[in-house]
């Protein structure tokens, strides 16, 4: 099971910005598409942005989130991230990232991935 490790959260006012870091140790994270999740408190996991392995071309984003997310990978540092700006109040959720395969129209975790511990965000004033 691949499981990634998620870093980067923290309490930011509305109008804020973060950047959470998804990074592995003994996997090459260029090879995997890989995926942005959150769950906030009484609601189900959401995919919130996926990118394809290094060789691929999908990228997507919630509705919720796009023109305000990026998500991008520095292969130098084996490392996906994502760059949240503009935050609000309902972004507030543990963020998690895993491998992901490309499902219409986001992704889901694969198989061989596992979830991580996940890190909090929370938006608040």
């Known amino acids: 099971q691949l499981q990634l490790v998620e870093s980067g959260g923290g309490l930011v006012q509305p109008g804020g910005s973060l950047r959470l870091s998804c990074a592995a140790s003994?996997?090459?994270?260029?090879?995997?598409?890989i995926g942005w999740f959150r769950q906030a408190p009484g609601k189900e996991r959401e995919a919130v942005s996926c990118i394809s392995s290094r060789f691929g071309v999908f990228l997507k984003y919630a509705e919720s989130v796009k023109g305000r997310f990026t998500i991008s990978r520095d292969s130098a540092k084996n490392t996906v991230y994502l760059q949240m700006n503009s935050l609000k109040p309902e972004d507030t959720a543990v963020y998690y990232c895993?491998?992901?395969?490309?499902?219409?129209?986001?992704?889901?975790?694969?198989?061989?991935?596992?979830w991580g511990q996940g890190t909090q965000v929370t938006v608040s004033s």
């Open positions: 895993a491998p992901v395969l490309h499902r219409q129209p986001m992704c889901v975790i694969a198989d061989f991935g596992s």
């Open positions: 003994g996997y090459n994270l260029d090879y995997y598409a």
